[in-house]
């Protein structure tokens, strides 16, 4: 019997397009597979994931998946489990568009802890500079001082794309964000080859209108991969301590050793030195939003 390693680039249901060498197979997986890294919770493929197939000549079946090196995951939406988004990648790139479906920095938290959760870098990416940035930097500035990348760009013009094509060189890089902020438009403008499906913002809502409906893994030309995904409207962390989360925030991680109590949670209690960095404006109003809000979800799964 003759195996064969792999990479998923896509899910059609119970079946699975795997790259192998310069070549792709849709193949199916076994219903019990041997999960190298210890049998995950949400025990399911995802795009990234690097498997294992045996082959019988042409045809292949998936057998094996090999420990993954990362993964980015949400609470599935209305469900109390886990929903794994894409395995194994360097970077995700946070696509929000400057004014057009309006940005909500909320939304780009809960990205942001769940990247830094997963261990991958996450690169904020203001889309559509063209619209104008007055709304954006309403907000934006709050992110300068952490430890992410900030990149104004415009898919349109082509503004701010040489610094995304040299981020993405040789590197596995997640494209993710709202419906209609423009994640497909601006792999369109990177690589023309790829001829992504772009669609319209509905005029009623001023949101996208899902048209991307399943995450993709491709290869550049110049070396490395993207992975284009559907929008997501909502993006709940899942399991997060509360350690883990101020850890996520940090301009609250800076200042959260210094509260009277080790297991503050900067909520309510006294001598807090994140309520009183709050207070003294050293954290953005709405940062701190963001985490309370998390908290209380935390709390509630
Ligand atoms: N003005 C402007 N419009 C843009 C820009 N980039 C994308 N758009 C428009 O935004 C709309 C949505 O773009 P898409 O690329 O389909 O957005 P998406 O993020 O892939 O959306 P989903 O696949 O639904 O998640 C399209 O009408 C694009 O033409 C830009 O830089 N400037
Ligand atoms: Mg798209
Ligand atoms: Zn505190």
């Known amino acids: 019997m003759e195996m064969l390693d792999g990479t998923v680039i896509a899910m059609h249901g119970p079946l699975v397009r795997v790259q192998i060498g310069g070549e792709t197979l849709v193949v199916s997986s076994r219903r019990r597979l041997n999960w190298e890294?210890?049998?995950?919770?949400?025990?399911?493929?995802?795009?990234?994931?690097?498997?294992?197939?045996?082959?019988?000549?042409?045809?292949?079946?998936?057998?094996?998946?090999?420990?993954?090196?990362n993964y980015l995951l949400r609470k599935a939406p209305s469900k109390n489990r886990a929903q794994i988004l894409?395995?194994?990648?360097?970077?995700?790139?946070?696509?929000?568009a400057a004014r057009e479906p309006v940005p909500k920095p909320g939304?780009?938290?809960?990205?942001?802890?769940?990247?830094?959760?997963?261990?991958?870098?996450?690169?904020?990416?203001i889309n559509k500079a063209d619209q104008g940035t007055e709304e954006v930097e309403e907000w934006l500035p709050a992110y300068a001082h952490l430890d992410n990348r900030v990149l104004l760009v415009s898919a349109r013009t082509g503004w701010g794309l040489g610094a995304v094509k040299r981020m993405?060189?040789?590197?596995?890089?997640?494209?993710?964000?709202p419906s209609g902020a423009g994640k497909s438009s601006l792999l369109n403008a990177v690589y023309p080859g790829f001829r992504l499906k772009v669609g319209e913002l509905s005029e009623s809502t001023g949101k996208g209108k899902h048209t991307t409906s399943a995450a993709e893994l491709m290869?550049?030309?110049?070396?490395?991969?993207?992975?284009?995904?559907?929008?997501?409207?909502?993006f709940g962390v899942w399991e997060v301590t509360r350690e883990e989360l101020a850890g996520a925030f940090p301009e609250i991680a800076s200042h959260s050793g210094e509260c009277r109590f080790p297991d503050c949670s900067h909520d309510h209690e006294p001598d807090c030195a994140v309520l009183a960095a709050?207070?003294?404006g050293e954290i953005a109003d709405h940062r701190f939003k963001s985490y309370l809000r998390i908290l209380e979800e935390a709390l509630e799964q």
């Open 168 to 177: 993405l060189v040789d590197r596995t890089t997640l494209f993710c964000g």
């Open 278 to 280: 709050l207070e003294a």
């Open 86 to 96: 894409a395995a194994n990648v360097d970077q995700a790139l946070l696509v929000f």
């Open 219 to 234: 290869p550049l030309p110049y070396g490395g991969f993207v992975v284009d995904t559907p929008g997501l409207r909502e």
């Open 107 to 125: 939304l780009l938290d809960r990205f942001l802890v769940a990247c830094r959760l997963a261990g991958i870098d996450a690169v904020i990416t």
């Open 37 to 69: 890294g210890g049998t995950p919770s949400a025990a399911r493929l995802v795009v990234g994931d690097s498997v294992t197939l045996e082959m019988q000549g042409e045809d292949g079946v998936i057998v094996a998946v090999h420990a993954r090196r």
